[in-house]
């Protein structure tokens, strides 16, 4: 049994990319839960996007969510090791809110679901594909984008977790499924692996000529994580009526300088378009809902699951950065145990 807890506190906010002086990697003595707690011991570390923004700097997050000596914010995968709390039992496989950190205590409020193991799910896909980047793209495509059969759907970050299950869902809904990624080899993969009709390179010349060579008929739902001037620049190959659920603003994460602003609005008007920001947390009523169909369809091989994996918590730090440049391949996790 460990007598020590490994964590990685955040220690300053970046201006631009994070680096390496911003984490401190701690070891505190492990946790002991009181009346009501457990102990958890972690297992696999989400690395996402979203942390970058709670860590501050720079124009567009100024004022980030964290303090500096707190514990970097978020998800993993463990299993309960001692219990003084009757709703948690010893063996219990857990997905919740707990940090980058190698065990925690919890009474069960950052808790968010419990895993029931199945045939041919792996255990990391309920931080993936089965978790809180299935249901992103679960809820943006569904609830927002609401595609009909025979439309096309577009969607930028298709190489990443939630990208890539987006038009992995737009294919079993009946849709075409584009995606954007940068670089010959995730384009590959998103086709090859993934499925989609077609992916285009925007690291390459002319990006709206290469989505509008392989979307003649123009595009009905845009799912956009990137933001910025990719967006501006697919506004004009939207049909009239399309829907844009807005997850995330890669583009901007990192910037220190001006950023890039929407030019076309005028196309919104004229295109009637939806633009809609939204959480992963505004649709947590349908979680459940979500889960069981994402688990159902990997569990099935209808929906692959693709993740860059790094060993040890003390090399969380350079995954981060690296997922933030863009290396990894689908979800980005480190293995604890």
């Not at 463990?78 to 948690?88: A, D, H, I, L, S």
């Not at 990208?163 to 294919?171: D, E, M, W």
């Not at 003649?216 to 009239?240: A, C, H, K, R, S």
Request: with cysteine; charged share 20%; aromatic share 8%.
């Amino acid at each position: 049994m460990p007598t020590m807890n490994t964590q990685v506190l955040f220690r300053a906010a970046p201006a631009g990319m994070p680096t390496q002086d911003c984490f401190d990697i701690v070891e505190t003595p492990l946790p002991r839960p009181d009346d009501g707690q457990f102990l958890v011991e972690n297992l696999y570390l989400s690395l996402d996007p979203y942390m970058r923004m709670l860590m501050g700097g720079g124009w567009m997050f100024r004022g980030g969510g964290l303090t500096p000596g707190q514990i970097m914010v978020g998800r993993t995968i463990g299993r309960v090791t001692k219990t003084q709390n009757e709703n948690f039992a010893e063996g219990d496989l857990i997905v919740g809110g707990l940090g980058w950190q190698t065990h925690a205590v919890s009474d069960g409020g950052n808790i968010d679901f419990r895993i029931t193991p199945r045939d041919n799910v792996p255990l990391s896909a309920y931080l993936g594909a089965c978790g809180n980047s299935g249901t992103t793209a679960w809820f943006g495509l569904k609830l927002i984008g609401a595609p009909k059969p025979g439309e096309t759907v577009l969607v930028s970050a298709a190489a990443g977790s939630v990208g890539s299950v987006v038009g992995q869902l737009a294919k079993v809904w009946g849709c075409r499924a584009i995606g954007i990624a940068g670089g010959d080899e995730k384009c590959a993969v998103v086709t090859g692996e993934f499925g989609f009709d077609a992916c285009c390179n925007y690291k390459a010349d002319d990006l709206a000529g290469q989505i509008a060579a392989v979307a003649p008929n123009g595009v009905d739902v845009y799912f956009d994580n990137v933001g910025g001037e990719m967006l501006d620049g697919i506004l004009p190959l939207l049909n009239n009526y399309a829907r844009v659920p807005v997850c995330g603003v890669l583009s901007q994460y990192n910037a220190d300088g001006d950023w890039q602003g929407v030019r076309n609005t005028r196309l919104i008007f004229d295109k009637r378009l939806r633009l809609q920001g939204f959480l992963q947390s505004d649709f947590a009523d349908r979680g459940d809902v979500a889960r069981a169909e994402l688990a159902n369809l990997v569990g099935s091989g209808k929906l692959r699951v693709r993740e860059t994996v790094a060993e040890g918590l003390a090399n969380a730090p350079s995954a981060f950065i690296d997922m933030l440049n863009g290396a990894n391949m689908g979800k980005q996790l480190v293995k604890l145990r």
